[in-house]
């Protein structure tokens, strides 16, 4: 009786979980490119959000291609401050255009606020910005609400770079309208929230300027700083809150799948 062993020749083995069944094969994710910085405090929440929405759709630890590129917030508070928003556009326009030499299909600001420029950047690229403001009007439009409380950075409120580009899908957007509120909220999203700081007489404070919105008819709320949802959270309301970084993270996540 031979008794030697038979030796096979190695076969490939490719192996697909039942989660990726059906699903996008992970190879053709697409890539993106996130500029954070603004603060770090909020990038983390995006690169979590994502992961977390990649991870649940195909139902394993299969993560997307993500480059992160951080540009220094210090340099953008003096900028801003400065009223240089050429230079802030410079700088993110470097960003963007290190993250497509990276591989990045699309890039994303991860804030409101760098949006001011978003006009000035994007011309400058062959390749597109996901608008933060396109993703939370649809879903404003989703909630089927007409009226929002927008609360922001002075620049966002005071500007309409991101609540003209939500009006302009027929929501009616409300600010704000003391100059010592918009102040206030710039305060404490610079001196507290930026370092991760949440102190319960701010929340009050934010509490009670969105308790003004809804006075004038606020049926839902745009917590239009990444740095809000740090500090304000669906249960302490009773309208609906529209968290920006939450839905310019699930807009990453259809790019990168492709929907």
Excluded at 4 to 12: G, L, R, S, W, Y
Excluded at 154 to 179: C, H, Q, S
Aim: hydrophobic share 40%; aromatic share 8%; glycine share 6%.
């Amino acid at each position: 009786m031979n008794t030697q062993a038979v030796i096979k020749e190695p076969v490939e083995e490719v192996v697909t979980s039942k989660a990726e069944t059906n699903k996008l094969p992970h190879q053709n994710m697409k890539k993106l490119g996130l500029i954070g910085g603004t603060s770090w405090h909020s990038t983390v929440e995006y690169y979590a959000a994502i992961n977390q929405s990649v991870n649940a759709y195909y139902g394993n630890n299969t993560n997307p291609p993500l480059t992160v590129y951080t540009i220094n917030q210090a340099e953008i508070h003096r900028f801003q401050k400065e009223n240089k928003w050429d230079s802030i556009a410079v700088l993110l326009t470097e960003g963007a255009f290190s993250l497509r030499k990276g591989g990045a299909e699309s890039v994303m600001f991860c804030a409101n606020t760098p949006h001011k420029v978003f006009d000035i950047v994007q011309s400058q690229l062959d390749f597109p910005i996901i608008h933060i403001g396109d993703a939370t009007a649809k879903a404003i439009l989703k909630k089927d609400v007409k009226n929002v409380g927008f609360l922001g950075t002075i620049y966002t409120m005071e500007g309409d770079f991101i609540t003209k580009r939500i009006a302009d899908n027929g929501i009616n957007v409300l600010v704000p309208e003391e100059k010592e509120v918009l102040i206030e909220l710039q305060r404490i999203i610079e001196e507290e929230l930026t370092y991760g700081v949440v102190k319960p007489a701010s929340k009050s404070y934010v509490l009670n300027v969105i308790k003004g919105l809804e006075d004038r008819g606020a049926e839902g709320v745009v917590l239009g700083c990444t740095e809000f949802p740090l500090m304000i959270f669906d249960e302490d309301l009773e309208i609906p809150t529209f968290d920006t970084t939450e839905i310019h993270s699930m807009a990453a996540v259809d790019f990168i799948l492709g929907n």
